[in-house]
C-alpha cells in the first residue's frame, strides 16, 4: 500500500503544493547598556538629587513656642503701654465733660438775725438770687441752711413755711430789713435761664455773738432729679 498523500501528483489533479518551512526563530537579547540606563532612570526616580541651596542652612521653627499666648498675639509692651494710656486720657477728658453739675447759680446778698428772748435762740432771714442755668425746669425739693461756728459746732434747720414768714415778721419786725417779697421754698418753680431773689427763715441754737463770729453759713438748696445741690456760702 502507498502512503497518503502521495509525493506525486496525480495525473488526473492539480500539482500538489509543497509545504513551507520556517526559518529558525531567534530570542532578541537586549544589550547591557539597556538595562543600566533602566536601572538609573528608577534611581533619579525614587532617589532624585538634591539641590544645591537645600544644604544650607535654612531658618528653623521652634515647635515648642505657642502662638495662641499674649506673647505672640499682643503687640510690644510699649505700644500697649502708650495706646493704654492714650485711652485714659481720652476716658478722663469726657467725663470731665460730662461730670454732673448744679443745675443753678447765685448768691447770698443778705442775712439778718435776731435773738428770741429766753431761748437762747437766733432766728435767721436768708436772703439769695438764684437763677436756673439748665436747659430743663428747675424744681426746688428742699431748702435748708447749715451754721457752722467757731468751735466746731454744726447746726443745720430746714427753712420755715412761707405761710408763717407774716407772723415772723409782725413778732420781729428787723427780720424784714433785706428780705426779699418772695419766698424760696419746696417746689419752688423756675424755667431755663430764669432768676429769682428769695428768702428762707431758719432757727439755730445759739446767740448773737455766736453767730456773727460763725466760720461759715451755707444755703443749701436742693433739685429734684439732680445728684448735686445748689450751695451758697458765706
Not at 17 to 27: I, L
Not at 173 to 190: F, H, M, R, Y
Request: a neutral charge; charged letters at 20%; aromatic letters at 8%.
Amino acid at each position: 500500500m502507498k502512503a497518503w498523500p502521495p509525493t506525486q501528483p496525480c495525473s488526473n489533479g492539480p500539482p500538489a503544493v509543497p509545504q513551507a518551512t520556517h526559518p529558525k526563530q531567534h530570542r532578541f537579547d537586549p544589550p547591557d547598556a539597556f538595562f543600566a540606563a533602566k536601572e538609573r532612570i528608577a534611581q533619579i526616580r525614587y532617589n532624585p538629587p538634591m539641590p544645591d541651596d537645600l544644604s544650607q542652612p535654612g531658618p528653623t521653627i521652634n515647635i515648642g513656642d505657642e502662638f495662641g499666648t499674649a506673647k505672640r498675639n499682643l503687640p510690644p509692651l510699649g505700644i500697649l503701654l502708650i495706646g493704654l494710656a492714650l485711652v485714659g486720657i481720652v476716658a478722663a477728658v469726657i467725663s470731665f465733660q460730662q461730670r454732673a453739675k448744679p443745675q443753678g447759680h447765685g448768691a447770698i446778698v443778705q442775712i439778718t438775725d435776731v435773738e428770741i428772748p429766753n431761748q437762747n435762740t437766733l432766728m435767721v432771714a436768708i436772703t439769695a438770687s438764684l437763677q436756673n442755668s439748665a436747659e430743663k425746669t428747675l424744681y426746688v425739693h428742699t431748702v435748708k441752711a447749715v451754721l457752722k461756728t467757731s468751735d466746731g459746732k454744726e447746726y443745720t434747720d430746714e427753712g420755715a413755711s412761707a405761710i408763717d414768714f407774716d407772723r415772723f415778721y409782725q413778732a420781729f419786725p428787723a427780720l424784714k430789713k433785706g428780705a426779699a417779697p418772695a419766698a424760696i421754698i419746696p417746689e419752688t418753680k423756675l424755667k431755663s435761664g430764669e432768676a429769682i431773689q428769695g428768702t428762707i427763715i431758719v432757727t439755730f441754737p445759739v446767740t448773737h455773738d455766736a453767730f456773727q463770729n460763725r466760720k461759715s453759713l451755707s444755703l443749701i438748696i436742693q433739685p429734684y432729679d439732680q445728684v448735686l445741690p445748689i450751695v451758697f456760702t458765706q
